[in-house]
Nanobody, 123 residues
Framework: QVQLVESGGGLVQAGGSLLLSCAASGQTNNVAMGWFRQAPGKGREFVATINWIGSATLYANSVRGRFTATRDFAKNTLYLLMNSLKSEDTARYYC?????????????????WGQGTQVTVSS
């Protein structure tokens, strides 16, 4: 059974950067991976997704141009580089593994989830 563990969250000032990591135990090299976030009192929101080979990505409009999703197959790790952070990016960030190779933006498409890492952006 695949397990996902996120890390890299923390407190950062607006305009700053953070690099989130999602380490996978088990086979994820043949499935798409995604990042989602959830702010207090809100539903889980799509952030980014990357396909099984790392050749295709999709981003939410709110983060496009600021966030970059990549994956290191040798380390079996997914990353999310977040630049130009805004207060509205404050949320708990989750990585997830899909059961298929292609990208998807709906949380319902993802089978396995990590526990999340908190990102707080101070203005």
């Amino acid at each position: 059974q695949v397990q996902l563990v996120e890390s890299g969250g923390g407190l950062v000032q607006a305009g700053g950067s953070l690099l989130l990591s999602c380490a996978a135990s088990g086979q994820t090299n043949n499935v798409a991976m995604g990042w989602f976030r959830q702010a207090p009192g809100k539903g889980r929101e799509f952030v980014a997704t990357i396909n099984w080979i790392g050749s295709a990505t999709l981003y939410a409009n709110s983060v496009r141009g600021r966030f970059t999703a990549t994956r290191d197959f040798a380390k079996n790790t997914l990353y999310l580089l977040m630049n130009s952070l805004k207060s509205e990016d404050t949320a708990r960030y989750y990585c997830a593994a899909r059961g298929y190779a292609g990208v998807a933006t709906s949380a319902d498409e993802y089978k396995i989830w990590g526990q999340g890492t908190q990102v707080t952006v101070s203005s």
